[in-house]
C-alpha cells in the first residue's frame, strides 16, 4: 500500500512538472514592440548665459520631433555636453512641454558648469580658436504604451568669434 501511495505522489509531481513547464502547450508569440518612432533631436542654439564665483551656466535649445501618431507627454532629457574631448556638464531635466503628434517643440535645457570642468574646454578653444561641442543623452516620454526612451547625439562646431551665442 505504501508503494503504490508513492507512486502516486511520484507521477503526480511529475505530472505538476510537465505543466508548470509548458508540458507541450503551444509557446506564445512574441508580442511586437510598441509603434515608436525615435524622436529627432537637433541643435537650435547654445548660450552662454554667465559666470560667477565657482562656475557658469547656458541654456541649450533643442528642437524635439515627434514623428509618431500620438503625442510625447512629459518628456525628461539626460544629457552631456562635451568640448573637444572634455565633458563639461551632466545632467536631467524635466521641461513641462507635450511634443504633438507629428510635430515639433524647442526644449530650453539649463546646463550648469564648474570652471574646473570647464578649464580644458577654454584651453582646446585658446589653443585652436575653434572647438566641438557634443550633447548626448535620451529622450524619455510618456506614450499610449508606456514611457519609452531614445537616444541623441548631436555634434556641431564652435567658434571663439561667435563667443556670446553658439548657434546655427
Request: hydrophobic share 40%.
Amino acid at each position: 500500500m505504501r508503494k503504490l501511495f508513492m507512486g502516486a505522489v511520484l507521477a503526480s509531481l511529475a505530472a505538476g512538472v510537465g505543466c508548470a513547464s509548458g508540458g507541450g502547450a503551444a509557446p506564445t508569440p512574441d508580442v511586437p514592440p510598441p509603434p515608436f518612432e525615435h524622436p529627432k533631436v537637433s541643435l537650435r542654439e547654445v548660450k552662454l548665459n554667465g559666470a560667477g564665483l565657482t562656475g557658469g551656466s547656458m541654456q541649450i535649445a533643442m528642437n524635439l520631433y515627434n514623428p509618431n501618431p500620438y503625442p510625447l507627454e512629459d518628456p525628461r532629457v539626460t544629457y552631456r555636453v562635451y568640448v573637444d574631448r572634455h565633458e563639461l556638464a551632466t545632467g536631467v531635466y524635466d521641461p513641462e512641454v507635450t511634443v504633438p503628434a507629428g510635430d515639433s517643440a524647442v526644449v530650453h535645457v539649463p546646463v550648469s558648469f564648474s570652471y574646473r570642468a570647464a578649464s580644458g574646454a577654454a584651453q582646446a578653444l585658446v589653443g585652436s580658436g575653434s572647438v566641438t561641442y557634443r550633447v548626448l543623452g535620451n529622450i524619455y516620454a510618456d506614450t499610449p504604451y508606456g514611457r519609452l526612451s531614445a537616444p541623441y547625439d548631436r555634434a556641431r562646431a564652435f567658434s571663439a568669434m561667435n563667443a556670446a551665442s553658439w548657434s546655427r
